[in-house]
């Protein structure tokens, strides 16, 4: 099945420290995102790409930076981690040929600890 | 720029009863509306949603939503509650313009009783 994957799927760090999250999908999608989960808060939007040179910020980018090496590998790195990134990551695709809604099909989540 | 309020962070209900999951958007332009559906341990699965067709949106698992542009809602029911229908809720939308980003609301568990 053509699916969205991420890993790790948990992940626990210290403060400083540098972190990559993957993302892979075979779904032939040109969209990708990332986005964090906090409790009592929903998603928000982190980076989005709409093609490999296609590279733009979100709601709360500060602090996060965004790769994308293929059509299909959106990468997601904190430079130097803090406690309040300590969240449920999402990646996400869409495809920008299937219609103006722009739904989006998610990962199952990277959860990620700072200490 | 949009927005989407969902009333209730928690809700329980007894396995038979209404479901009934309330979403109000904001949107100066005709908006594109989404419920999802995030089980413990998953990613977010769609259950239905609006385009601009009819207002009516059938989903899956029996679900159904709405959409009333006078009270600019959008709510998700279903008519009788499985066990199986515990998670956590998440309405949103998007609109053009907004290079179709999707905005999020903060979400509603829902809790089934036996």
């Known amino acids: 099945d053509a699916d969205v994957t991420q890993t790790p799927r948990n992940r626990i760090t210290k403060t400083g420290k540098r972190i990559m999250l993957e993302c892979s999908q075979t779904?032939?999608?040109?969209?990708m995102y990332w986005y964090r989960q906090d409790p009592g808060l929903g998603l928000r939007l982190i980076y989005y790409?709409?093609?490999?040179?296609?590279?733009n910020k979100g709601e709360i980018s500060d602090g996060y930076s965004v790769s994308r090496q293929a059509q299909a590998k959106f990468s997601l790195s904190l430079e130097s981690a803090i406690p309040n990134q300590t969240a449920l990551y999402f990646c996400?695709?869409?495809?920008?040929?299937?219609?103006?809604?722009?739904?989006?099909?998610f990962g199952p989540g990277t959860r990620l600890t700072v200490l | 720029a949009q927005s989407v309020t969902q009333l209730g962070s928690h809700v329980s209900v007894s396995e038979g009863a209404l479901v009934l999951l309330r979403c109000n958007y904001s949107?100066?332009?005709?908006?594109?509306l989404f419920w999802y559906v995030q089980y413990p341990n998953q990613g977010l699965q769609l259950l239905l949603k609006?385009?601009?067709?009819?207002?009516l949106v059938k989903g899956i698992n029996g679900f159904e939503a709405e959409f009333k542009k006078s009270e600019t809602s959008f709510h998700l029911t279903k008519p009788s509650a499985h066990m199986s229908d515990a998670a956590e809720y998440f309405c949103?939308?998007?609109?053009?313009?907004?290079?179709?980003?999707?905005?999020f609301g903060s979400g509603t568990q829902l809790t089934v009783l036996p």
């Open positions: 949107s100066s332009v005709p908006p594109y």
């Open positions: 996400a695709t869409s495809d920008s040929s299937s219609g103006r809604s722009n739904e989006q099909f």
């Open positions: 790409s709409f093609d490999v040179k296609d590279i």
């Open positions: 949103a939308v998007s609109v053009a313009g907004s290079a179709r980003q999707l905005t």
């Open positions: 779904k032939g999608h040109d969209r």
């Open positions: 609006y385009t601009s067709a009819a207002t």
